[in-house]
């Protein structure tokens, strides 16, 4: 028997929507064009859009079908009170969609009877057992991770060291994948030196929300140096975190590692920054935020090698 012509082009109706909302966001945020993801037109306007298309032209003719409209109409709405929040949604949307296709699939085995739904019954307590993950502790992944970036620097330990004593001129992320998500940015540091005790204060872009009479909120990073060791030929730096305004919402930051050691014409550098993952389930945001974190790690040591150039 042949597809009913209207149901499946709502269904391709459907799904074009349905991809709408990442790919505009994904698309402005990486090139910034025009700035608007600057505006409220990007965090207001979007989703507003995208959930009015959704019901008035959206037709779906299956129980997922309704899933998937009912979820996107949540998200954009949800979109309008979180503001720059809204592209954390499009991160979690996948693994969103990607539950509502499996449970709807089993239920709809299940609801037509048979050899089938016995199978997918078995589905169930899996699928029980997966949605504890957080609850009372439980995770099924290690939480504590570590991110990592090296660079090959050209010039001498001495002159990593120096770029490392004081503080860098931060550049825009260079990354797709940090761009595209609101990672807070590094603007400026204050702290100098590369002894213990010594001080570093990061400033970052401030938080932003649209809700009535809020204002931006200022967002920082203490960091005091409890372990240092440098030599002629390298060295080894850690950066313990005294206090945390910025990164607290995604991770729990430990500390920041910079190590350095000469090789021929020139010093291998090398950022490590440990933290605890903090959002479940740890197969999903796990491999996210270990990816982030390697991609932060690179921009550190991509930083600082500039800065030993100059």
């Not at 459907?14 to 025009?34: C, E, K, Y």
């Not at 550049?171 to 590094?186: D, H, I, M, Q, Y």
């Amino acid at each position: 028997m042949s597809e009913n012509p209207l149901t499946s082009g709502s269904r391709w109706l459907l799904a074009g929507l349905i991809l709408i909302l990442p790919i505009t966001v994904l698309v402005i945020r990486v090139t910034h064009w025009g700035m608007l993801d600057q505006t409220a037109l990007f965090y207001l306007g979007l989703p507003t859009a995208i959930a009015l298309l959704v019901v008035f032209t959206a037709r779906p003719k299956s129980g997922t079908g309704v899933s998937m409209a009912a979820l996107t109409v949540v998200l954009a709405m949800a979109a309008l009170l979180l503001g720059e929040g809204m592209v954390c949604l499009i991160i979690a949307a996948p693994l969103l969609y990607g539950m509502i296709a499996i449970v709807s699939g089993i239920a709809s085995l299940i609801a037509r009877g048979g050899r089938g739904s016995q199978q997918a019954l078995f589905a169930v307590p899996l699928l029980f057992v997966l949605t504890l993950e957080g609850v009372a502790g439980i995770t099924f992944l290690p939480r504590a991770d570590q991110g990592e970036g090296s660079v090959f620097v050209d010039a001498a330990p001495v002159d990593v060291a120096s770029a490392l004593a004081a503080p860098p001129a931060y550049g825009p992320f260079e990354a797709p994948f940090l761009r595209a998500v609101p990672f807070p940015e590094p603007v400026a540091a204050t702290g100098t030196g590369l002894a213990v005790g010594d001080t570093r204060a990061v400033e970052f872009t401030p938080r932003t929300t649209f809700q009535i009479g809020s204002e931006p909120t200022p967002r920082h990073l203490d960091l005091e140096i409890v372990e240092s060791e440098v030599r002629a030929d390298g060295g080894r730096v850690v950066f313990e975190v005294a206090e945390d305004a910025t990164f607290a919402r995604w991770m729990d930051m430990h500390r920041a590692t910079a190590t350095w050691t000469a090789e021929a014409d020139g010093t291998r550098m090398t950022w490590t920054i440990d933290y605890d993952r903090t959002y479940e389930p740890s197969w999903y945001f796990g491999p996210i935020q270990a990816y982030a974190t390697d991609l932060a790690a690179g921009y550190l040591a991509d930083t600082f090698a500039d800065e030993a150039l100059r």
